[in-house]
């Protein structure tokens, strides 16, 4: 069983950064692909990034390229989210997901296991 937990999120102005951190109870953490998702009210989860176990592959969805890094400690267990020029539409809350397999994350849009979310609101 993997447990994760996100934090980071907060109520911030538009073009303001935010570190978002997920943090794994699994041992090896590095057996597990990672995923960030969103989901808007009223909206459906949406794949954001996703980085592979070793942190060569990475994939990102095409509304927060270029602002959005995905990055990964397997030493802390930890996978980040920075974002940076963040914009309204960019309110959600914010989901981690671990995956056995890149494709799970990345082609599927699915995770293995879930956090519990954290809450990203963006003011204009």
């Known amino acids: 069983q993997v447990q994760l937990v996100e934090s980071g999120g907060g109520l911030v102005q538009a073009g303001d950064s935010l570190r978002l951190s997920c943090a794994a109870s699994?041992?090896?953490?590095?057996?597990?692909?990672m995923g960030w998702f969103r989901q808007a009210p009223g909206k459906e989860r949406e794949f954001v990034a996703a980085i592979s176990v070793s942190g060569s592959g990475i994939y990102y969805a095409d509304s927060v390229k270029g602002r959005f890094t995905v990055s990964r400690d397997n030493a802390k267990k930890t996978a980040y989210l920075q974002m940076n020029t963040l914009k309204p539409e960019d309110t959600a809350v914010y989901y981690c997901?671990?995956?056995?397999?890149?494709?799970?994350?990345?082609?599927?849009?699915?995770?293995?296991?879930w956090g519990q979310g954290t809450q990203v609101t963006v003011s204009s």
């Open positions: 997901a671990a995956a056995v397999f890149m494709g799970t994350i990345k082609d599927r849009k699915m995770g293995d296991y």
């Open positions: 699994t041992r090896p953490f590095s057996n597990y692909a």
